[in-house]
């Protein structure tokens, strides 16, 4: 198995002792799954946030299990994930509240060109399912994260278990760009979300050595929502701060920023704060 969990630690004790460090009235912290810091997508929208409500955006990016994990222990006050599942269960325990759409994309599965050939007109579990029989190479996030859950949960639909010690399945523990690049190194797939990949596609200046060899099935949709962390069970909380930034995020503005948010011309999330039920 191939583990590197121990830079992830790391880096997010690192990162919580600068963001707890110097901290104001002016700030509001957050945890968030990779994709959203990796693509981009939080950069250019935290100016925006400082701009109209004078308060700094500080967000810890990590895996969403990490991410509801710093929530529960009182680390953030507002959360940006992207696991419904587990969400709604931190939810039901009473730690998170005000559970609310932002945007979605899908997942895809990407590796050398040649596999698209392989997995042409078959369903996600059918693809699974030969990569498993065939022992090809795959690169696991591991971590918990929105993306690694539903991994699981296809490989469960496509063979009743999930690889643990094969020898062709790799854990990287590591973040979405890190686990794509060893993927890379591997010559093996992973299976990512859309925003994260077309940010590797435009470190590549458009010409990866990872393609899409699978995308398109509708359970592969990927959803992402936010949340404050509940005050009643946090008393350091800052509720009204992650409120405002509810409110801000899923405005209409925002959610137009949102979708206006390109690399290589090509959409990487699809506002729907108005449109989806939860």
């Known amino acids: 198995m191939f583990l590197l969990k121990s830079n992830l630690i790391k880096s997010v004790l690192l990162s919580l002792l600068v963001f707890g460090a110097n901290l104001s009235a002016a700030e509001l912290k957050m945890a968030t799954t990779t994709s959203t810091d990796n693509t981009g997508l939080l950069d250019v929208l935290a ?11 500080k ?26 599942k587990v969400e709604k269960e931190f939810v039901a325990k009473g730690f998170g509240i005000d559970r ?13 060109p040649e596999y698209k050939a392989k997995f042409a007109g ?8 030969i990569i498993q029989d065939e022992k090809l190479k795959f690169v696991s996030r591991g971590d918990k994260s929105g993306t690694h859950n539903k991994e699981k949960n296809v490989w469960k639909a496509a063979s009743g ?30 299976l990512t979300d859309r925003g994260t990949f077309i940010k590797y596609e435009s470190n590549h200046k458009g010409n990866p050595p990872l393609v899409v060899v699978f995308e398109g099935d509708t359970s592969l949709n990927n959803f992402y929502s936010v949340m404050a962390v509940n005050p ?3 008393t350091n909380a800052d509720y009204k701060g992650a409120r405002t930034f509810i409110d801000w ?18 959409q990487l999330f699809t506002p729907d704060a108005k449109t989806r039920k939860l």
Not at 100 to 112: C, E, L, S, Y
Not at 122 to 129: D, G, N, Q, R, V
Not at 174 to 189: D, H, P, R, S, Y
């Open 47 to 57: 100016p925006m946030y400082k701009q109209d409500t004078g308060v700094d955006l």
């Open 59 to 84: 967000w810890v990016a990590v895996g969403t299990g990490n991410a509801l994990k710093l929530g529960e222990n009182c680390d953030v006050s507002v959360l940006f994930v992207h696991s419904p």
């Open 100 to 112: 609310t759409p932002v945007m979605f994309n899908d997942f895809v599965i990407i590796g050398a």
């Open 122 to 129: 078959k369903s996600i579990a059918e693809t699974f399912k």
């Open 161 to 190: 278990m999930v690889p643990e010690k094969e020898s062709w399945y790799l854990q990287a523990g590591q973040g979405m760009i890190a686990t794509i690049n060893i993927a890379q190194e591997q010559k093996g797939l992973t």
């Open 232 to 234: 009643q069970r946090c």
């Open 249 to 266: 995020i899923v405005s209409d503005n925002i959610q137009k920023q949102i979708a206006a948010f390109k690399l290589l011309g090509k």
